[in-house]
């Protein structure tokens, strides 16, 4: 699908608060998503020299506020090619193009109060954010047996977005499958490498839902990648998918108070769609663009 544009904006602009860079309202399994992990697809450094400078003044800053914050390694969103969605007759084929980054370059380009000076000019979405970090974030739609969506009200002490409205997510994570480089060891090649790095799109989101909802993996069923949106502020980029749970609302709400995360978020909420609805102008751009997706596949399923 297209790029496309949506939400209310909350980002002090006269902007939409996302754009939709892929959506597979059918829904996608684990078979119609590949990765390609590449070095072309890390971030190229900015030409400003005092503006490249400053993403390190801005950690370094961070850092003596809050010592325990950490440099995690993460996948950076490069792009996608996407196959086969206008044949029926063919089955549709994501492949995500990925890089690495980290978490602070993150803080020091897509969170930058400069961050637009970083973004490129271009109608193309991967150049135009050739300067920013853009780790691919994830998020998860999950649907519990009574029909209700799970959304988390973010902890007033989290860097990000505080107090908003979220859906359970955070990033698949290059360590845990033993991405620390470009440079493999020699007994991983590049098609085991984009094998294990698309694996663990699916396997993180997974990992989330039972981190920071306290839902046992057991009861969740396969994750169905939706799409990827980027919110318009900070350009930051997410992928999503729909998760379901074979649980009632009633049931997580007790699972959630022993959560391993818990202290990212404050309440856990079971709401219909119409409920959710409602919600989304207090989400994050990326997470109503994660509403927006969701509500695709829910029309989509509707069609004869």
């Known amino acids: 699908m297209a790029e496309t544009e949506g939400g209310s904006g909350t980002n ?5 608060a996302f754009n939709l860079l892929l959506s597979c309202p059918s829904g996608l399994s684990p078979s119609q998503v590949s990765v390609v992990f590449d070095q072309s697809y890390d971030r190229i450094p900015h030409p400003d020299i005092s503006l490249e400078n ?3 003044e801005i950690w370094d800053r961070r850092v003596q506020q809050n010592p325990s914050l950490f440099n995690g390694l993460k996948f950076r969103y490069g792009g996608h090619v996407l196959s086969g969605s206008s044949d029926s007759s063919q089955e549709t084929h994501a492949c995500l193009h990925l890089g690495l980054t980290d978490y602070r370059t993150f803080v020091g380009t897509n969170l930058n109060p400069l961050w637009e000076r970083f973004l490129f000019p271009s109608e193309d979405d991967c150049r135009r954010c050739q300067h920013t970090s853009s780790p691919l974030g994830n998020g998860a739609i999950v649907e519990t047996s009574d029909g209700k969506i799970l959304v988390l009200q973010r902890s007033t002490n989290v860097g990000e977005f505080p107090g908003s409205f979220v859906f359970p997510g955070g990033h698949p994570e290059p360590r845990e499958i033993g991405i620390t480089s470009h440079h493999s060891d020699g007994l991983l090649n590049c098609q085991m490498v984009n094998r294990k790095v698309s694996e663990e799109m699916f396997d ?3 990992r989330e839902v039972v981190e920071e909802i306290g839902v046992p993996a057991a009861n969740l069923g396969k994750p169905i990648f939706i799409g990827i949106s980027r919110r318009v502020l900070n350009v930051r980029p997410a992928a999503f998918f729909f998760i379901k ?11 959630y108070s022993n959560a391993e995360d818990g202290y990212e978020s404050t309440k856990l909420y079971a709401v219909s769609m119409i409920e959710l609805e409602g919600m989304t102008s207090k989400m994050p751009g990326c997470h109503q663009g994660g509403f927006a997706l969701y509500k695709l596949m829910v029309d989509a399923a509707e069609v004869p």
């Open 12 to 16: 002090g602009h006269d902007l939409p």
């Open 54 to 56: 400053s993403i390190s």
């Open 204 to 206: 993180s989101i997974i």
């Open 245 to 255: 749970c074979s649980l009632q609302s009633e049931d997580i709400q007790q699972l």
